[in-house]
């Protein structure tokens, strides 16, 4: 029997089904191993033997390792199935190195959807592993690894800040920075006048034909003061123009999107995109709806675009049928990817609504409808522009009508795009209205990042790579570095004190070029362009004087005073931090080791209907893992994971809990 190796559990089932009884299919779940924390600096590297990683199984997965182990001595072969990325080469590379796997023996196969076609086709055309591309995703563990390692170490012993990191830092800079343009940002007074006509409104443009600025009030009253009641139509001029269709999705514009039109952060996009792509039951048959969603290339399969053209035509007329467009953008080594996309043009959103989760389901409408809408025509607006004369001021009003649909047929749902409309009207007819107002207004800096937008600027910007965005976002508001308000970040004092001292003492390392060129270099790595060994003892020649500079030079933070005073040496006690986080203790450390207790103050739910005596609190495990139970522990000892009702269960006298809005006896199968 053929072993074939996969990352993902829920695509065992799947693939297994695919390839038959042939094959045995099976998972590694994930990484199984990862950098050591031992040696200098407990890096995991030897840095003077050429940056030689020390891999060790990562916790929990040497059972796995074992069992695969088995796996492999009992097969003919193996097939090594991980995604199709550079994260997947290296797992393939640990799995075939930490299995100590034949060169004989096995293959890499990679597919970019999880569909029967699809994997057949690709055990057609196995390979071996891509050296160039484990050797890329190396080279950035260990960047990453250095970089993280020895910067967060230097900002929790100097400053408030728990960590740092190579694309992090710099997403965090971009926070900061834009933080302080607001802040330094001084507002301009400026003023518009308006003519509302009841069916549209025009605004005041020019004096003279010439464009004329309103700067305060006394002007915007002497205007008023000169204009009469009756405006005259000059020009009335109207063109078609095309409205550009728009390209398929990669992980950032996806990223975007869904954080526009759904509100859903990063994390959620792509999770929901994980189990799209691993496979939904459908009827009958299990299987991935779309294709490989860590990308940034816009290109489509030939056989998926042909599909979806004759798709058009037969569904809404050989006049939607546009053609494939061609991205202005440079693409990376992962345009060996496709743009995401359905596996299946003709499984359309409505056909699948039955067997998805609402949520799954809004991400696969704007994933289908996008690239559906990617291959039609463009669509067609009659733009008509009007300007009016009073007294020799000219307004203007400009109004759009759609001719033909084109792409927005399918997308128009998706994107905020109104008509205005203007009524007919000819030169020389003359209009009249008393509604001539004016309006103050203030220039306004540049809007605070929202997930979306920062996701864009890095793009952009060429920071980070497709499986990064999702992963940064979460550990600047993890780490207490941003705080989000009306979904846009607002940094904190502890993230501008961080960036301040990264720029203080790294200002050419933690920087949009240095980092943009950081992932060039990983591109060329991949694509054998450029030595890893040398790119890794180029950076660490210039990093590691500045790490050492700093932690010599950097001023400590000093700990924040309580205004209490010690009970044993009358010195003051300050708030520190340790493993377990902050605590209150004297500031004549380690001369005075006096530390305050802590007062446990219980978040008290209710009266405990079981011993009548004691409170149900909420607690948490070692974990953090929030649970409800008696504080007369251990002579009561009720507890439950889900927030009891105060009732008991009628059938056993156990606490009935309400669990996702049900309400449910914690022991027995009783519900009400």
């Known amino acids: 029997m053929d072993l074939v190796i996969v990352e993902s559990p829920s695509k065992t089932k799947t693939i297994g089904k695919y390839l038959g009884s042939k094959y045995k299919v099976v998972s590694s779940k994930g990484h199984i191993r990862d950098l050591a924390t031992s040696g200098k600096f407990g890096l995991g ?11 060790i199984a990562i916790s929990g997965k040497k059972k796995i390792i074992n069992e695969l182990k088995k796996d492999v001595k009992d097969s003919n072969k193996v097939y090594l199935a991980t995604d199709p990325d550079r994260e997947g080469e290296a797992i393939s590379w640990h799995l075939y190195d930490a299995l100590s796997i034949n060169d004989e023996k096995y293959e890499r196969v990679v597919f970019n959807e999880i569909t029967e076609p699809a994997v057949k086709e690709a055990f057609k055309h196995p390979r071996k592993i891509d050296d160039s591309l484990v050797k890329s995703q190396e080279t950035r563990r260990i960047l990453d690894r250095i970089i993280g390692f020895r910067l967060s170490k230097l900002m929790q012993s100097k400053t408030g800040g728990k960590s740092a990191g190579r694309v992090q830092s710099v997403a965090l800079k971009l926070i900061v920075d834009r933080e302080r343009e607001i802040e330094a940002f001084i507002p ?15 605004n005041l443009e020019k004096y003279n034909n010439k464009k004329i600025e309103i700067s305060n009030e006394s002007d915007a009253n ?18 078609e123009k095309n409205k550009k269709g728009v390209m398929p999705f990669t992980t950032s514009t996806l990223q975007q999107a869904c954080s526009t039109k759904y509100n859903f952060g990063s994390s959620k996009t792509m999770s929901i995109a994980q189990k799209l792509y691993e496979g939904i039951d459908i ?13 940034d290339s816009t290109r489509l399969s030939n056989v998926f675009v042909s599909d979806t053209l004759e798709f058009i035509k037969s569904e809404y007329g050989e006049e ?54 990617s291959l039609m025509k463009d669509a067609k607006v009659i733009q008509t522009s009007i300007v009016l004369d009073n007294n020799n001021y000219q307004f203007k009003s400009t109004g759009q009508v759609i001719s033909f649909l084109g792409f927005l047929k399918v997308y128009g749902e998706f994107m905020n795009s109104e008509e205005t409309i203007l009524p007919p009207l000819n030169e020389k007819d003359v209009l009249n209205t008393d509604k001539i107002t004016s309006e103050q207004h203030f220039t306004k800096p540049l809007p605070r990042y929202t997930e979306a937008s920062l996701i864009k600027e890095m793009e952009a910007l060429g920071i980070g790579r497709p499986s990064t965005y999702a992963k940064t976002m979460e550990t600047l508001k993890e780490r207490a570095y941003v705080k989000v308000e009306d979904k846009k970040f607002i940094p904190t004092d502890i993230g501008i004190e961080t960036t301040d001292k990264l720029q203080e003492f790294f200002s050419n390392i933690i920087n949009v070029e240095y980092t943009a060129n950081m992932e060039t270099e990983l591109d060329d790595i991949a694509e054998d362009k450029l030595d890893n060994i040398k790119v890794l003892k180029d950076f660490y020649k210039d990093f590691e004087p500045l790490v050492e500079n700093a932690f010599s030079n950097m001023e400590k933070k000093a700990p924040t005073k309580t ?4 009970p044993e040496c009358g010195n003051e006690l300050v708030i520190r931090k340790g ?24 978040n008290v739910i209710m009266d405990c209907p079981i011993c009548k005596v004691g409170k149900i609190v909420e607690k948490k495990t070692r974990k953090n893992k929030i649970f409800y139970g008696c504080n007369n522990y251990p002579k009561c000892k009720t507890a439950t994971w889900d927030i009891p009702t105060g009732e008991l269960c009628p059938k056993c006298n156990s606490l009935l809990v309400n669990k996702n809005n049900q309400i449910k006896c914690s022991s027995c199968d009783y519900e009400q």
């Open 579 to 602: 493993k377990y986080g902050e605590f209150v203790a004297c500031s004549n450390y380690p001369e005075c080791k006096y530390i305050k207790k802590e007062e446990k103050k219980e």
């Open 222 to 239: 002497e205007i008023l003061s000169k204009l009469s009641n009756d405006f005259v139509i000059t020009s009335i001029e109207k063109r």
């Open 320 to 373: 939607f049928v546009g053609n494939v467009k061609v991205s202005k953008k440079k693409e990376n080594v992962q345009d060996a990817h496709e743009a995401i996309r359905p596996t299946s043009i003709k499984r359309t959103p409505e056909s699948l609504k039955k067997y998805l989760k609402p949520d799954e389901y809004k991400l696969y409408s704007i994933i289908y409808y996008r690239a559906l809408a």
């Open 188 to 202: 301009e007074e400026y003023w518009t006048i308006n003519a509302d006509f009841g069916e549209f409104t025009s």
């Open 563 to 566: 205004g209490e005073v010690c």
């Open 283 to 295: 009827g009958s048959e299990t299987v991935g709806l779309i294709s490989y969603m860590r990308t």
């Open 45 to 55: 590297v030897d840095i003077e033997n050429d940056f030689k990683p020390n891999y």
